[in-house]
C-alpha cells in the first residue's frame, strides 16, 4: 500500500526557516515522481516543486524560486523541501503527492497518491 506522510509544519515568523518532510512507503522513490504543493485557506491547490522518476527533471513555481529546494534522500524513501525567507503569502497546508508519470507533475491532476498535509503558517 503506498502511503506518503508529510511532517515538518508548524508557525514561524517571516524570513524564518522550515524544512518538510514526506516519507513514503509501499514503493521507491526510484520509481515515482514527486510533488509538492500547497493549498491556502479559499485558494485552489498549487505546485510548489516537483521532481521526475529520474531525478533529471526539477521545477519550481515562480513564487518560491530561490527560496524553496527540493531534495530527495532515496536510502531514506523521503523528499523534502527546505523552505527559507518564508513570507506570509506562503502560509498554506503543504501536501507531497506521487505517480508513476515520467515527467515533473506540476499540476495536482497529474498525481493519484497522496499524502495529509502539513500547515504552515508564517506570522508574527
Known amino acids: 500500500q503506498l502511503q506518503l506522510v508529510e511532517s515538518g509544519g508548524g508557525l514561524v515568523q517571516p524570513g524564518g526557516s522550515l524544512r518538510l518532510s514526506c516519507a513514503v512507503s509501499?514503493?521507491?522513490?526510484?520509481?515515482?515522481?514527486i510533488g509538492w504543493f500547497r493549498q491556502a485557506p479559499g485558494k485552489e491547490r498549487e505546485g510548489v516543486s516537483c521532481i521526475s522518476r529520474s531525478g533529471g527533471n526539477l521545477y519550481y513555481a515562480d513564487s518560491v524560486k530561490g527560496r524553496f529546494t527540493f531534495s530527495r534522500d532515496n536510502a531514506k524513501n523521503t523528499v523534502y523541501l527546505q523552505m527559507n525567507s518564508l513570507k506570509p503569502e506562503d502560509t498554506a497546508v503543504y501536501y507531497c503527492?506521487?505517480?508513476?508519470?515520467?515527467?515533473?507533475?506540476?499540476?495536482?491532476?497529474?498525481?493519484?497518491?497522496w499524502g495529509q498535509g502539513t500547515l504552515v503558517t508564517v506570522s508574527s
Open positions: 503527492a506521487a505517480d508513476t508519470t515520467t515527467t515533473c507533475p506540476r499540476a495536482p491532476w497529474l498525481l493519484r497518491y
Open positions: 509501499g514503493f521507491s522513490l526510484d520509481d515515482y515522481a
